[in-house]
C-alpha cells in the first residue's frame, strides 16, 4: 500500500534555531501534500496544503514565514519550523493523496522547542 | 468552508457492549467520508470511510451509516475490545480536484473500553 515516510519522529531544538521536517511519498508520486499541526488531546489542525512545484496555501492565521513549506518533487515535501518558540512545540504530520479519495499519513514529528 | 463536528468527546464502553459516535458536516459537496483510529503518539489509521452514493458499510465489527439530507455520518463498533480504546477521527472532503483537496475533521472522541 501507500507509505509515506516522515523524519525525524523527534526533534528538540532551542528557542531561535530552525528545524526542518520531511515527508516522502515511498512507493507512489504525491502531487499535494497537507501539513497538519496536533495539540495533545486535540483534532489535527490543517496548517497549509503542498503542491509540487508551486507555491503552498497556508489555512488561515498560520504564518507562512513561519512554516516554511517546499514541495520540489513528486515525492517530498518539507516543512521548516523557523525561528523556533516553546509555543511551536506540537506533534506535526503530513499527508499525501494517493488517488481518489486515497490519504495517507506520515508518522508524526513531535518537536520540543527548549 | 467545510465544518465537521464530532460527539461524544469522550465515550467509555463495557467490553463487548457497541459504541456508536456521530458526525455532522455543513458543505453538502462533501462526498467522501473517512474515520481514523489514532493511538497515542501514533499516526491516524484509516479504519473505514465511505462515499456519499453509498448509505452504510460494514467491515467485520465496524459500520458507518451516512445519511446526505441530514448531512451526517455514524460509526459503530460492535463487540468492543480494549484495544479498541483510542481516538477516533472523522472526517469531510469534497470531491477530490485535480490538485487534490483538503480533508476537514471532527473534534475527536476519545474511546475507552473497560476490560
Known amino acids: 500500500g501507500a507509505v509515506v515516510s516522515q523524519h525525524p519522529s523527534r526533534v528538540i531544538c532551542k528557542s531561535g534555531t530552525s528545524v526542518k521536517i520531511e515527508c516522502r511519498s515511498l512507493d507512489f508520486q504525491a502531487t499535494t501534500m497537507f501539513w497538519y499541526r496536533q495539540f495533545p488531546k486535540k483534532s489535527l489542525m490543517l496548517m497549509a496544503t503542498?503542491?509540487?512545484?508551486?507555491?503552498?496555501?497556508?489555512e488561515q492565521g498560520v504564518e507562512k514565514d513561519k512554516f516554511l513549506i517546499n514541495h520540489a518533487s513528486l515525492t517530498l515535501s518539507t516543512l521548516t519550523v523557523t525561528s523556533a518558540h516553546p509555543e511551536d512545540s506540537s506533534f506535526y504530520i503530513c499527508?499525501?493523496?494517493?488517488?481518489?479519495?486515497?490519504?495517507?499519513f506520515g508518522s508524526g514529528t513531535r518537536l520540543t522547542v527548549v | 468552508g467545510e465544518n465537521v463536528e464530532q460527539h461524544p468527546s469522550t465515550l467509555s464502553v463495557q467490553e463487548g457492549d457497541s459504541a456508536v459516535i456521530k458526525c455532522t458536516y455543513s458543505d453538502s459537496a462533501s462526498n467522501y467520508f473517512p474515520w481514523y483510529k489514532q493511538e497515542l503518539g501514533k499516526r491516524p489509521q484509516l479504519i473505514i470511510d465511505i462515499r456519499s452514493n453509498v448509505g452504510e458499510k460494514k467491515d467485520q465489527r465496524i459500520a458507518v451509516t451516512l445519511n446526505k439530507t441530514a448531512k451526517h455520518f455514524s460509526l459503530h463498533i460492535t463487540e468492543t475490545q480494549p484495544e479498541d480504546s483510542a481516538v477516533y477521527f472523522c472526517?469531510?472532503?469534497?470531491?477530490?480536484?485535480?490538485?487534490?483537496?483538503?480533508?476537514?475533521f471532527g473534534g475527536g472522541t476519545r474511546v475507552l473500553v473497560k476490560p
Open positions: 472526517a469531510a472532503t469534497p470531491p477530490l480536484k485535480a490538485a487534490g483537496n483538503k480533508l476537514t
Open positions: 499527508s499525501a493523496t494517493t488517488g481518489v479519495y486515497g490519504y495517507t
Open positions: 503542498s503542491n509540487e512545484g508551486s507555491k503552498a496555501t497556508y
